[in-house]
Every structure is written in structure tokens, then in C-alpha cells.
């Protein structure tokens, strides 16, 4: 019978992306070259990014809380925010392609905004065949005490790094969503990603 190993020090969820715990064979995670010192401050990048996605969920959901609306209203109403700021005429089609549902799911989707006040449809002023669709005033300001000012609280992290802190920044971020293109289907048979 083999020993189990000595489990770390710590809570479980203190290990959950140290891969010297949770891929000790190294056969998913590459530690070549890689000091104990570097496989910390990668683990600390980690779980960084884990507390900055929660924190984003907690956000993203009292948000949604306050406004009384679900994730894809709250990202339509965004949108529609966002085009007004920019002078641009918002359309259904347009409205669809961002959030990526059906014509009929965002006919579903503009009835029950519509219903709760928080979007108003017209005829397009140039496109007989198309609607415009705008936010309510009402909407826009609620959006704005609530997402907006997440927002300008992000931005001001961002802009107190220096040019070359944000370059940095930007090329891990763009780096790793590249991950996600990944499918994991993809991986070899019995090999489950992320796991030991």
C-alpha cells in the first residue's frame, strides 16, 4: 500500500491552483524551468484573477438585483446605453448579434423591457423596414448609478498603472482569453483539464 501523500498547509481552497497539489505529476501543467518562488507568484496570479471573477459576479448581480432585470436585459440594456452615447441607432438585428440570441428570443426580450419600462420602440428614421430602439431616461440613469460607476471605479485601477504596466496587462489578459478558444472536447481520452 502506498503512503498518500503529506496534504499541505492551509484549507483545501487555499490550494485550488497550486499545481504542486493539484497536478503533482506534472502531467497537465509544465513547471520546467519554473522555481518554487516562480510557481507562487504564478499561483498568487491565479487565484488574483480568481477573487477579481467573483468579485466581477457579485457585482454583475447586484447590479442585475437592483436594476430587477436578468444578465442578458442588463447586457441588452448596456447596449442600447452605449448607442445612445455614441449618437447610433439601435436595432433588433443589431440588438442580436451583440448578445447572440434569435430574432424571436429578442422580440421576447424587447416585449418584456418594453413591458417594464425600460426601453422604447419607433420606426427607424431612415430604414422603413427596420425599429429603432432606445433606452428610457429613467433606465439610463439607474444604469448609470449602478454598472457606470463600477465602471469608472475599474477605469481608475486601470489608469493609475503606467503605459507599460497596462501593455503588460493587456497582452495576459488578450493571452488568456485565447485559452478559451480551446475546446475541450479536444483533449486526449481521460484527460480532464484543470484537474489533478
Known amino acids: 500500500m502506498v503512503d498518500a501523500p503529506e496534504p499541505p498547509a492551509g484549507s483545501i481552497a487555499d490550494h485550488l491552483h497550486?499545481?504542486?497539489?493539484?497536478?503533482?505529476?506534472?502531467?497537465?501543467?509544465?513547471?520546467?524551468?519554473?522555481?518554487?518562488?516562480?510557481?507562487?507568484?504564478?499561483v498568487r496570479v491565479m487565484e488574483s484573477l480568481r477573487r477579481w471573477h467573483e468579485?466581477?459576479?457579485?457585482?454583475?448581480?447586484?447590479?442585475?438585483?437592483?436594476?430587477?432585470?436578468?444578465?442578458?436585459?442588463m447586457r441588452a440594456i448596456r447596449f442600447l446605453v452605449a448607442a445612445r452615447n455614441q449618437g447610433r441607432i439601435a436595432t433588433p438585428g443589431a440588438l442580436a448579434e451583440y448578445l447572440g440570441i434569435?430574432?424571436?428570443?429578442?422580440?421576447?426580450?424587447?416585449?418584456?423591457?418594453?413591458?417594464?419600462?425600460?426601453?422604447?420602440?419607433?420606426?427607424?428614421?431612415?430604414?422603413?423596414?427596420?425599429?429603432?430602439?432606445?433606452?428610457?431616461?429613467?433606465?439610463?440613469r439607474d444604469a448609470r448609478e449602478t454598472v457606470g460607476r463600477q465602471h469608472a471605479r475599474r477605469f481608475a485601477v486601470a489608469a493609475a498603472l503606467t503605459p507599460e504596466e497596462r501593455e503588460v496587462?493587456?497582452?495576459?489578459?488578450?493571452a488568456l482569453a485565447a485559452t478559451g478558444d480551446d475546446d475541450p472536447s479536444d483533449e486526449p481520452d481521460g484527460v480532464e483539464p484543470a484537474l489533478g
Open 55 to 73: 468579485a466581477a459576479a457579485r457585482m454583475s448581480a447586484a447590479s442585475e438585483r437592483y436594476m430587477k432585470l436578468n444578465h442578458t436585459d
Open 102 to 140: 434569435s430574432s424571436a428570443a429578442t422580440t421576447k426580450l424587447l416585449d418584456r423591457l418594453e413591458r417594464g419600462g425600460h426601453v422604447a420602440r419607433a420606426a427607424h428614421p431612415t430604414d422603413r423596414r427596420a425599429l429603432a430602439i432606445t433606452v428610457t431616461e429613467h433606465t439610463r
Open 18 to 42: 497550486d499545481p504542486r497539489v493539484s497536478d503533482r505529476d506534472g502531467s497537465l501543467i509544465d513547471r520546467d524551468g519554473l522555481s518554487d518562488a516562480d510557481v507562487d507568484q504564478v
Open 169 to 174: 496587462v493587456v497582452r495576459f489578459l488578450d
